[in-house]
């Protein structure tokens, strides 16, 4: 019965929410009355015939969309516009179908026995690395010719070629966690089916102008971490195919540009402004995937417009990656004590995604610059180095020796921990004439904040708050940051660091797997090899960037030929 209440309430404040909020504005998170807006999203979605909202919003139609949104209109009359549970149910279930999008796939180029194999000497290790190997076929997805020629009945946006996938829930293509995926396949010798992931990437980026969030159309109004200039430079390091790059060198720049356009804003500090990257990612009401979740979120506000303002700042939390955690969250003080229902992204000049498009501008010059084309040489560093230097004055403190997130509403640093603070070691977004200085200092940061104490893997931040992206969560990725940039700054206290940290995190990854026969998504930096928790939903395995990064580690710390 308490449950019941509790469905009836929030579909109350749903339906006064679609009826009152202006309209204008903003667009929706896509086009599909089914998928992105409309009265049958909102009925099913409140109904919470999914315990995941995620789970109805994956589904393909059974039949026509204009057939479906009728017998939707069948059913609310039939139903005096208020369907029970079960009916909406009965509805799903005649409408909609589950596993008709994808097929499995076996990359042409998997090879039982990568290279990397023959360079590993311990036999848990070798072990290791085969178990993740096994796991991209296991990966495999192919999206069917239908989603291409029926593209209104499918949520899955169209792509041509086989990818892998994170795993789990997450069933499409993911961005940011695709660039430790191509890492991984990259060391394993998978070059076309590399190279297939980053065509998929272009034709996104060629359709739509950017690359959003995932696969799905829910996601067109927001993107992630901005990776794939990194994984063009990194596919080309590996395979020196520059008529490749040449071929695909104008998308790139076009996703870029995109960044420039849509995510840059002003940031005013002693008396100097900036240009700097922010998430903001903006559509009318709540993420479609997470559509009950939100509404619940907002239910302590009573404006209409407070209501939309949170729904935007989640997905724009959603576009950082980092969804959800403390780096995002404020009190009235402006510090990150609060609940997620105070989440305010979009006024946080973030280190990682700051440091992340200096590193791509960097790339993007670099690559322009093999190619002969000068002007852009010239335009991309240009762009690198304006931003270098505002993180240098926005983002650095000089007396802890390390970058912090930026409040640009306070017009201050936001002064604790995160893993992401490190980000431009990784891209070398600093002077790098005093890199071995930089990484003194960042190896003091880290011992001081004990962060060498978690064998579990470096945690996300230093605050419980039960949301996943914070303690005592560990994720790959900000693994892979961390170690890699402390490792480039070539100050042997960082190096040490990395190494510990490298080999705590494979040893994280080993102990899990032999207990749960399964490699998952993030970890818990206390009690090693344990999956992490908190957060929307149930740890998820798999595990596409938890795969690539491993394998990352392994290569650069276990084969033996590498630097130890």
């Not at 039982?112 to 590993?120: A, F, Q, R, S, V």
Request: charged share 25%.
């Amino acid at each position: 019965m308490a449950e019941l209440r509790l469905l009836v309430f929030l579909a109350i404040i749903a339906f006064a929410f679609t009826k009152s909020v202006p309209k204008k504005e903003l667009p929706p998170s896509c086009d599909s009355k089914i998928y992105c807006q409309g009265d049958l999203l909102n009925t099913v979605q409140m109904a919470r015939v999914f315990p995941d909202s995620k789970t109805f919003v994956d589904l393909s139609l059974s039949h026509k969309k204009d057939e479906v949104l009728k017998n939707f209109e069948i059913f609310m009359e039939n139903s005096n516009q208020n369907p029970n549970q079960s009916d909406v149910k009965k509805f799903v279930g005649e409408n909609f179908v589950e596993g008709k999008e994808l097929e499995n796939w076996v990359p042409h180029d998997y090879n039982e026995h990568p290279n990397i194999l023959n360079k590993i000497s311990d036999a848990s290790i070798k072990n290791l690395t085969a178990e993740i190997n096994a796991r991209w076929p296991k990966l495999g997805r192919k999206v069917v010719e239908d989603v291409k020629i029926n593209p209104n009945e499918h949520s899955l946006i169209y792509v041509p070629n086989g990818f892998i996938i994170p795993g789990g829930r997450f069933k499409e293509f993911y961005y940011w966690d695709s660039y430790w995926i191509v890492r991984g396949l990259l060391i394993c010798e998978m070059y076309e089916t590399a190279k297939g992931i980053l065509g998929n990437f272009l034709s996104i980026v060629d359709k739509f102008g950017f690359i959003p969030n995932g696969g799905r159309v829910y996601y067109l109004q927001r993107s992630q971490p901005p990776l794939l200039t990194k994984m063009v430079k990194d596919y080309y390091d590996a395979t020196k195919d520059l008529t490749w790059v040449s071929s695909n060198i104008e998308i790139v720049i076009k996703e870029l540009e995109w960044w420039l356009n849509k995510r840059f804003v002003s940031v005013n500090l002693e008396d100097k402004s900036y240009r700097m990257a922010a998430y903001t990612s903006a559509s009318l009401g709540p993420r479609p995937e997470s559509y009950s979740e939100d509404i619940a979120t907002v239910q302590i506000f009573e404006s209409d417009e407070k209501k939309q303002y949170v729904f935007n700042q989640l997905k724009s939390a959603a576009e950082s990656g980092f969804d959800f955690s403390t780096r995002w969250i404020f009190d009235e003080n402006g510090t990150h004590f609060a609940n997620i229902s105070f989440t305010e992204t979009s006024r946080v000049i973030p280190v990682d995604l700051n440091a992340i498009l200096y590193g791509a501008f960097n790339d993007l010059s670099y690559l322009c610059s093999i190619l002969s084309k000068s002007d852009q040489e010239k335009r991309w560093k240009n762009e690198a180095d304006s931003l270098k230097d505002a993180i240098s004055n926005v983002l650095w403190d000089e007396n802890d020796g390390i970058w912090y997130d930026f409040d640009n509403k306070l017009k201050r640093r936001r002064a604790f921990f995160a893993a992401s603070n490190l980000a431009p070691l990784w891209t070398q977004a600093y002077d790098t004439t005093k890199s071995k200085e930089y990484g003194m200092k960042a190896a003091g940061y880290l011992v001081r904040e004990k962060i060498t104490s978690y064998k579990g893997g470096i945690p996300t931040t230093l605050y419980n708050s039960n949301e996943q992206w914070d303690f005592p969560n560990a994720w790959p990725p900000l693994q892979s940051i961390v170690v890699n940039g402390l490792r480039s700054t070539e100050a042997q206290e960082a190096m040490d660091l990395a190494k510990t940290f490298a080999e705590n995190f494979v040893e994280a990854a080993r102990i899990g797997f032999e207990r749960e026969n399964a490699f998952f998504e993030k970890y818990d930096a206390v009690q090693q090899g344990q999956y992490g928790g908190g957060g929307e939903y149930q740890v998820q395995t798999g595990f596409g960037w938890t795969n690539g990064v491993v394998l990352e580690f392994i290569d650069l710390y276990f084969t033996g030929n590498k630097e130890t």
